[in-house]
C-alpha cells in the first residue's frame, strides 16, 4: 500500500441509515451495499446488532448478512454494543466472510450519560466482553468514539480529554479509532489541536477521521487530518443519515464528495467515481 | 457591515486574464466586468498599468476604464507597479468612480529577484513614489504579497519572513494586504502559521486571503483562514489565468466555489449566485 492510499470506511448503510426515517427491506439494503462494492469500497459498514426497539432500522442485521456475498477484498463492519450483540454476530457470521466489529464510546461525559446511559469509564468497561470475544475469534476490532471537538451538552471538548479517551479505549484491546466530529462544528485548527494531542501517543494509521458536514467544514477537517498523516476517514454514500441535531441539515460527509477531494489531492481510493455515483444515485432513492 | 460578511476581491480580469493565453478586446473585458458587477461583486480587479511589452493581455486597461460604467458601489481595482503606471492611471481615471490602486511583492527574494528583478527590499522602496501618490490623491492602497507559504526558487516561506515583509510594507503606507499561495501548495496547517505569524502585528480585517486551487485546497485554507477572522478573500471568476507554474492546472480559486462556500458556511457576500454563475459560463467562453 504506498503512502498515497486513503482507506474509506463506507457508514452509509449502518450509521446513515439509522439516522433515516424510512426502513428499508433487507433487499434494498443489500442492493445498495452491492452497489458500493462494486464501486471499490473495501470497508462498508453494513448493520448493528442492537435493540431492534432502539433501532428498528437495524433490526434485520442478521438477515442483511446472511444475504451479502462473500467477496475476496471487502471488509464487512458490524456495530456490536454488548455481549448479547456479539452473539447475534457470532450465530449470524458467515463462513469465508472477513467481518470488522465496531464499539462506540463518547470522549464527553454528557454525551455518554444521553446516549449510552453511563460515564464514559463504565461504557469503556462494559465492551470489554465484546472486544474479549473478538479478539478470541480472531474478528477486526474498530473503536468509535464520538463528540471529539463539541459535546451538545458538555459544549468543547478538551484535546487532552480525547486523548486520555482514546487511550483508555485501546487499552482494552488493539484497534483503529475512529474519531467523529459528532456536531459538525469543527474546523480546521480544532481539528488540528485534537489530532496533535490523540497523535501524541498514538500511530497515525490507527487514527481514522469521522467528519459531518453540518457546519460545511468537513473536507477542509479532510485537507488538515490528511497532513498530520491520516489516512483512514468515514463516509456515508449520499450523505446518508443526515444530522440528528439539525434536522434537513447535512451529517456524515457525503463520499462521492470525500473521494472527489482525495482524487483532487492526488490520492488513490480504488473507488471509481462513476460506479459511486450510481451507488449515490441508489441511496438518495432509497431515503 | 455584520460580522458575518464577507468580501470577494475578484481577480479574474487582471491577475486572472493576464494569465491566459489570449488578449481580449476592450469590449469582451468590460462585458465580463459588467457580468461580475451584476452578480454583486463590488470589488474588481480589472487591469494593470504595467508595460504593454512584459503583459499585452492588459495593453488596452486606460480604455477599459474610460469604458467601465461608473457604479456607486463597486470599486475598480488597477495594479500600478511604478510612476510611470501611477501617470498612466492618473489620466485614465474618471469623475466619480471609485478606485483601488494595488502594489505588488513577494515575500521571498528568489521570487522578487525573478519576477521583479529585485531584491524585497527593493521592490518596497520602488513603490513608495506610488504609494504616496496614492495618499496624496486619496485612492486606496492594496498590496499583494505573494509566495507566502512556498516559493519556486527558494522553497518553504517561513512565517516570521511573511510577517516581516507585511510589516515592511505596511510602514509605507496604511494598506489591506492580500497573501498569495502563488505556488497553491498550502495546506490548512501552514496556512494556519503563516496566518498566526501575521496577525501577531496586524488586525485581521487589514489582511486578505489569496488561494490557489493548484493543490486542490483553495477552499479548506480559506476555511482555516475564516477560523483566524479573515473576511477577505481573492477569487477569479471561472478560475481565470491557471496556474503559471502548471499548465493546465488550477491557479486562483474560482469566484463561483468560494461563494459556495462561504453560503455553505453561512457567510453573507452580497453576491447573487445564479448571476455568478453566467459571469462563469462568460469567463469560460472568453478564456
Not at 1 to 17: K, N, Q, T, W
Not at 155 to 171: F, K, S, Y
Not at 212 to 239: K, P, Q, Y
Request: hydrophobic letters at 45%.
Amino acid at each position: 500500500m504506498s503512502a498515497a492510499f486513503v482507506r474509506i470506511h463506507e457508514v452509509g448503510p449502518r450509521d446513515g441509515l439509522q439516522n433515516e426515517k424510512a426502513v428499508l427491506s433487507v433487499g434494498r439494503k443489500v442492493a445498495l451495499i452491492e452497489s458500493l462494492a462494486a464501486a471499490g469500497l473495501r470497508d462498508i459498514e453494513v448493520g448493528s446488532f442492537v435493540s431492534p426497539v432502539r433501532v428498528p432500522q437495524m433490526a434485520d442485521t442478521d438477515r442483511v448478512l446472511a444475504a451479502l456475498p462473500v467477496l475476496q477484498d471487502v471488509t464487512y463492519a458490524v456495530l456490536v454494543p454488548n455481549i448479547r450483540g456479539w452473539q447475534d454476530f457470532a450465530a449470524a457470521r458467515r463462513d469465508g466472510a472477513a467481518y470488522e466489529v465496531a464499539v462506540f464510546i463518547s470522549a464527553s461525559e454528557g454525551f455518554s450519560r444521553s446516549n449510552l446511559n453511563c460515564s464514559v469509564a463504565q461504557s469503556i468497561e462494559n465492551l470489554v466482553p465484546v472486544a474479549q470475544a473478538a479478539l478470541k475469534a480472531g474478528v477486526r476490532l474498530r473503536g468509535y468514539v464520538s463528540c471529539v471537538v463539541d459535546c451538545p451538552f458538555d459544549g468543547p471538548t478538551p484535546p487532552a480529554q480525547v486523548a486520555r479517551t482514546v487511550g483508555r479505549l485501546r487499552d482494552v484491546a488493539p484497534m483503529q479509532v475512529s474519531l467523529g466530529d459528532t456536531l459538525g462544528r469543527a474546523t480546521p485548527a480544532r481539528t488540528l489541536a485534537m489530532l496533535d494531542a490523540v497523535l501524541h501517543d498514538v500511530p497515525a494509521e490507527d487514527i481514522a477521521g469521522h467528519f459531518h458536514d453540518t457546519g460545511g467544514r468537513a473536507l477542509a477537517n479532510v485537507a488538515a487530518a490528511l497532513e498530520l498523516g491520516l489516512r483512514d476517514f468515514d463516509s456515508a454514500i449520499g450523505g446518508l443519515g443526515g444530522c440528528p441535531y439539525a434536522p434537513g441539515a447535512p451529517g456524515n460527509v457525503a463520499t462521492e464528495h470525500l473521494v472527489a477531494l482525495l482524487h483532487r489531492l492526488g490520492y488513490v481510493t480504488g473507488v471509481d467515481p462513476d460506479r459511486l455515483g450510481r451507488a449515490a444515485k441508489l441511496a438518495k432513492e432509497l431515503r
